[in-house]
T-cell receptor, first 114, second 116 residues
């Protein structure tokens, strides 16, 4: 297994357009996290899946954001009606087990909203 | 609320010297985990080292060691024999359980520059 992958790596879009990002976790990892990172900040938690169940969403995740993890494998994060404030790096991480194990991060998707 | 504080926006170190990156945390939980991640300019977060709240020994991983002082709520990262490739952002993070879900909260990071 080559680790967590994310697609696309970069996305430039116009304000008001919808975008969708994909994350492929490490295959045996049951938990998957999405984070958003803006310039000069650490990653901020957005949402979390245990297998296919979305267990928690941050208040940072407005109604324009939706995430899915069908069949507990890959996950998608969709942003509808993008705004300039959505410009950020979107990171996906996966982790095995149910204790404080290290999260393995993907390379991220850098979103620029013009 | 759980919080991580990294007070050093930037640090400079000479190649082959040791450097300490500071991290303090705030939690009322008894069980938590502390992590350090490295983020090069490419953007990927790379796991470096982990310390559990119940671990009595300081964690070590090669040139990385974590100076865990539980009473002071500090978890400083020590990098020995710095290399040019160590230049990157370094993030301290804490894992905790809230409402049955495990979360990871990050500090703002420290930018380390290793000079030749």
């Amino acid at each position: 297994d080559t680790g967590v992958s994310q697609d696309p790596r970069h996305k430039i879009t116009k304000r008001g357009q919808n975008v969708t990002f994909r994350c492929d976790p490490i295959s045996e990892h049951n938990r998957l996290y999405w984070y958003r990172q803006t310039l000069g900040q650490g990653p901020e938690f957005l949402t979390y899946f245990q297998n296919e169940a979305q267990l928690e969403k941050s208040r940072l995740l407005s109604d324009r954001f939706s995430a899915e993890r069908p069949k507990g494998s890959f996950s998608t994060l969709e942003i509808q009606r993008t705004e300039q404030g959505d410009s950020a790096m979107y990171l996906c991480a996966s982790v095995w087990g149910n204790s404080y194990n290290e999260q393995f991060f993907g390379p991220g998707t850098r979103l620029t909203v013009l | 609320a759980q919080k991580i504080t990294q007070t050093q926006p930037g640090m400079f170190v000479q190649e082959k010297e040791a450097v300490t990156l500071d991290c303090t945390y705030d939690t009322s939980d008894q069980s938590y985990g502390l992590f350090w991640y490295k983020q090069p300019s490419s953007g990927e977060m790379i796991f470096l080292i982990y310390q559990g709240s119940y671990d009595e020994q300081n964690a070590t991983e090669g040139r990385y060691s974590l100076n865990f002082q539980k009473a002071r709520k500090s978890a400083n990262l020590v990098i020995s024999a710095s290399q040019l490739g160590d230049s990157a952002m370094y993030f301290c993070a804490m894992s905790f359980t809230q409402g049955g879900s495990e979360k990871l909260v990050f500090g703002k990071g420290t930018k380390l520059t290793v000079n030749p």
